[in-house]
């Protein structure tokens, strides 16, 4: 598997030689610039990929705020995870970057732990997109001929196996099965496994978090819980409610990002699903159900 090549950019050189000093031992290829305008001139180049851009907010000349609106504009740029790195983290400034899409926050001076657990968590999160997108235009015409289907699932795999075949019914298959699988990972690690936030954010800085859903999983009283999908023609649009066996969580807490949780490394899953995926997102009683709707993949023809 090839090196995730991380993008850097920080005006100052001493910050740049501290990332560099966090990451040394980590399996990445790092590339550095210390502007804003030979940020973008790199990004911008066909010939470079990068898997993540990390960030600074506050640069001279091009600032990394512009930076972020650009990328997000860009039609192959955009789905590039940005780790906005700043020591401007006041809720409005906070909400600014959450709005342009940083959906990921280190406040200066961070920790070592901080950085490589966010990044991970970005590159995890991309990762995962990306195996979605490959699988997409798997039996896309048999799909979108189907006018009800029921799926049931246990693990984070099926999850996303389902969600990448639920999604083809869609006008946008690609963001729906990206938001369709956080709602199936909601339902299994929160709903039926009981790992709350901040479970979750503590695995995932010391980097147990998938041992941890594997014990879970095979945890007799979990055993037998699933995550339950029901995708149905709606007139113009598709309905899609998803159901857990788990006692429900604080799901009003999530539905918007809140700025003091921009920091965290998890818990963003359900605010990319309103987004980006779905026209409608609306949980009902303790938060165990949610119903979803987007457009038909036929371009709303029944």
Known sequence: MARARILVVDDEPFNLEIICDYLEDCDYELVTTQEGADALARLEDPEQHFDVLVLDRMMPGISGMEVLRRVKQHERLKAIPVIMQTAAATPDQVREGLAAGAHYYLTKPFECDS????????????????????????????????????????????????????????????????????????????????????????????????????????????????????????????????????????????????????????G?????????????????????EVHAWCGNGNGGQQ
């Open 115 to 266: 950085l490589r657990a966010v990044i991970r968590t970005a590159l995890d999160d991309q990762r995962r997109r990306a195996e979605l997108a490959d699988r997409i235009h798997e039996h896309v015409v048999a799909m979108q001929m189907i006018d009800r289907a029921e799926f049931s699932v246990r693990t984070l795999e099926e999850a996303a196996a389902v969600a990448t075949t639920a999604a083809l019914v869609c006008a946008r298959p690609e963001a729906v099965a990206m938001g369709l699988a956080e709602l199936l990972v909601n339902g299994v690690e929160h709903g039926n496994l009981g790992i709350d936030f901040e479970t979750k954010g503590a695995l995932k800085e010391s980097g147990t978090w998938a041992d941890e859903v594997r014990k879970r999983l095979s945890a007799p009283q979990n055993l037998a819980k699933r995550v339950r999908l029901t995708v149905q023609r709606d007139g113009a649009r598709w309905h899609f409610h998803v159901r857990d066996d788990g006692p429900g969580f604080d799901w009003q807490r999530f539905i918007e990002l809140d700025p003091s949780r921009a920091f965290a490394p998890n």
């Open 268 to 288: 963003r899953g359900i605010v990319l699903a309103r987004q980006i995926a779905f026209d409608e997102v609306r949980y009902e009683g303790s938060g165990n």
